[in-house]
């Protein structure tokens, strides 16, 4: 098989490479199966180009209401304390949640009442947890971040570091559905993977004329428009973290019926998740403002801690190394990393030069 890398570091199935099947058989359609719909909530499936995989997009989906909920509540989303894949089975077996924000609306006695074990030997989530669990709620709902909230989604693609450069060009979550901004790299990024998908004069195939004929047509349209989107977008200085595939699935989904239908569940309950990076016009202020960070190898903290000192200060934190990075913050043991920087003449510092960089030297 193909695989890539997919959200923030997950491998995903691109096709299969080989196949071993008996002549007469005929190939099985997951979509002719279910005609199209969910099985659980009919909603239409969906599947992202150069994927194989089929999903169900519905944020309220019930076969899919534990896994959501445990994404929803996890550190790197929401924080919500106490509710993991146990609890989150819980809920979902006492009728209690079947979506996410079905959490919003559980009061305390009833999530202490809980019960995480069986009939036979029950096992009470208790008045302690459940205020961990309600607290958690309230912060999520009064201060928790926009970026926090976009990636508990668990829109694909939308991960971490795609959330946080979202949030930075888009201030309110309602704005979203029609921000210009996030059509303009949606197109990009489409337009870019149809060019380099299908090249007028491909070095392993040999084109029929009429396929070469529309290839040359399509690239004639696409490349003057690209030329405007990339006028367009350089100076909001776009991070590569958030591809034009991640922009589409965000536009898709919030103006796809779950979608709506989540937005306007938000309203109701008074949620209105705003940026705490807002900065479209550009990187910011900051000491590390217009910077792009790769970190690698061991360093004294964890790299959460580094990622939100250079975010907190400006700039940015890229997985990859590349031509638009500024600087390789490197610790023991760089690998891979440290030798593409120093291929393409990337500054590479350690964190005694990093501290001097952010006005913590000496």
Known sequence: VVVEKAGEIIPAVVRVVIEKRPPEAR???????????????????????????????????????????????????????????????????????????????????TLAGLNLGSEESPRRFGEKNAAKVIEGLRRARTSMPLWRWLFAMG????????????????????????????????????????????????????????????REKMAAAYKPRLEELKAELAPRQVSPELGGVAAGNLLAFFSSGPGGKTLARLADLGIAPASDNFAPGGAGGGTLAGLTFVITGSLSRPRDVFREEIEALGGKVAGSVSRKTSVVLAGEDAGGKLEKARELGIRVVDEVAYRAMIGQGG
């Open 155 to 214: 829109i694909p693609q939308v991960g971490e570091s795609a959330a946080k450069e979202i949030s930075r060009l888009v201030e309110r979550l309602e704005e979203i559905p029609s921000s210009q901004l996030l059509r303009a790299i949606a197109e990009r990024g489409a337009k870019e993977t149809w060019l380099k998908e299908h090249p007028v004069r491909p070095k392993k195939e040999a084109l029929a004329e009429e396929e070469k004929l529309r």
């Open 27 to 109: 190939p099985y359609s997951l979509v002719e199966a279910v005609k199209g719909q969910c099985p659980s909530c009919q909603s239409a499936i969906v599947r992202e180009e150069g994927f194989v995989a089929w999903r169900c997009p519905n944020f309220e989906c019930p076969a899919q209401a534990v896994t959501r909920i445990t994404h929803f509540c996890a550190r790197k989303a929401l924080d919500i304390e106490g509710v993991g894949g146990i609890v989150a089975e819980a809920l979902v077996r006492g009728g209690l949640a079947r979506t996410p924000l079905d959490l919003f609306g559980i009061e305390a006695g």
